[in-house]
């Protein structure tokens, strides 16, 4: 199936000074990005950024306010939805009721007036692992099923580019991770561009080869998934793609491959190769899972050269895989700490006096001048502001 799908050259999607505006706002704002032929790329971005936006151009439904869209050397700007080599999944599946599921896989055939169709329909079906239901309704499926056909439907007329909209956004979590799974087996078979719309942090991460992260119409930082997750460029993607501890400082010098930074009467240290800022003010982040806790009259026990910061634990949470903490930095800023359950029993428990460390090497460092807060949900800011009252 896959060498019979590959038979049509995929192209790159090229995205030009794309730019759509809504009155006096731009959803989208001077895009331009290429996008691998064969390859799994996502949009990540919060509700308003601009990705589905972006999504609905390409796919044709929507028409840009200035700039192109093209599919190798072939400009599509212009072209009708069903005259571009592009299809589009959606979160609903759009299934057509009346229809089994092999008539709803064939139903782009037969449009184009396609006569033999069952063997074309088969392989599609043994891609999607359904040949067995062939002959049910998509009311006698599961959700992850249902999403499967559609997939299926959607791949059969060998589209250059797939286009999915929040496409596991209706499954419940067990399944959407099994579907993670499944799309990205998919996708690797038949070559097929798949450009994938979420929100969703852990779906872009697990299925991506590469993420662009849209904030306000724009891609912030665009990169493989560990590359941004690991080394983030700015407060947004640092706090929106997981969560980070990013903590105010000041540039106090330099040694050999490091900056020293004081924040708070707090010394720091950050690696030059991993730092964004251009002045005086700087940002140091670090991720929960690079930390470590421990009890502070077991200061001695932490490794030379490490950043430090002793606390007051403030919030302890079981999850299973690992332990959730809060910790109160003695400026009053909340931390946030995860640490793997290696072993039964021993924790920190709330109002401990604690010591927090990390090697420099896990510490990243942002441009000064950037909120802290850029990317965080509004709602747990609120939460936050609650809890400090």
Same mark, same amino acid.
């Given at each position: 199936m896959a060498e019979q799908s590959r038979t049509n050259q995929v192209e790159d999607l090229h995205l030009v000074n794309l730019t759509k505006r809504f009155g006096d706002m731009a959803a989208v704002d001077d895009l331009t990005i290429t996008i691998p032929a064969g390859s799994f790329f996502a949009l990540l971005g919060a509700s308003g950024c601009g990705k589905t936006t972006t999504l609905r151009m390409v796919a044709g439904l929507e028409d840009p306010t200035s700039g192109s869209i093209r599919i190798g050397d072939k400009d599509v700007t212009r072209l009708r939805a069903f005259q571009r080599p592009v299809n589009t999944v959606f979160q609903s599946y759009a299934l057509f009721p009346h229809l089994d599921i092999f008539e709803n896989v064939a139903f782009g055939l037969r449009r184009r007036g396609v006569k033999d169709v069952k063997a074309t329909v088969e392989q599609m079906l043994d891609l999607v692992e359904l040949g067995s239901l062939a002959r049910r309704k998509p009311t006698q499926l599961s959700g992850g099923q249902q999403q499967r056909v559609a997939v299926a439907r959607a791949l059969i007329n $060998?589209?250059? %580019?797939?286009?999915?909209?929040?496409?596991?956004g209706a499954l419940d979590l067990k399944l959407r991770r099994?579907?993670?799974i499944e799309l990205k087996r998919i996708q690797?078979? %038949?070559?097929?561009?798949? %450009?994938?719309v979420t929100?969703?942090?852990?779906e872009a991460m697990t299925m991506a080869d590469t993420i662009a992260v849209?904030?306000?119409g724009r891609i912030e930082q665009m990169g493989h998934p560990a590359e941004i997750y690991e080394l983030p460029k700015t407060a947004f993607v640092a706090n929106f793609l997981g969560q980070s501890n990013l903590i105010e400082g000041r540039v106090a010098g330099a040694s050999d491959d490091l900056i020293d930074v004081t924040a708070y009467g707090v010394a720091f240290r950050v690696p030059k190769s991993r730092s964004s800022a251009t002045g005086t003010a700087i940002i140091v982040g670090v991720r929960p899972e690079k930390m470590t806790v421990l009890d502070a009259l077991d200061a001695? $026990?932490?490794?030379?050269?490490?950043?430090?910061?002793?606390?007051?634990?403030?919030?302890?949470?079981?999850t299973g895989v690992s332990t959730q903490y809060l910790v109160r930095a003695a400026w009053g800023q909340e931390l946030i700490v995860f640490e793997?359950?290696?072993? %039964?029993g021993d924790r920190c428990e709330v109002g401990d006096d604690v010591i927090v460390h990390?090697?420099?090497?896990h510490t990243f460092g942002l441009d000064g001048d950037e909120n802290i807060n850029a990317g965080v949900d509004a709602a747990v800011l609120a939460l936050d502001a609650t809890a400090g009252q």
């Open positions: $060998k589209p250059d %580019v797939l286009l999915l909209d929040e496409p596991l099994q579907m993670q690797t078979e %038949v070559g097929t561009t798949f %450009v994938h929100h969703d942090q852990e849209m904030n306000a001695t $026990k932490v490794p030379d050269g490490h950043n430090a910061i002793f606390g007051r634990v403030t919030d302890v949470s079981y793997q359950n290696m072993i %039964v990390w090697a420099p090497s």
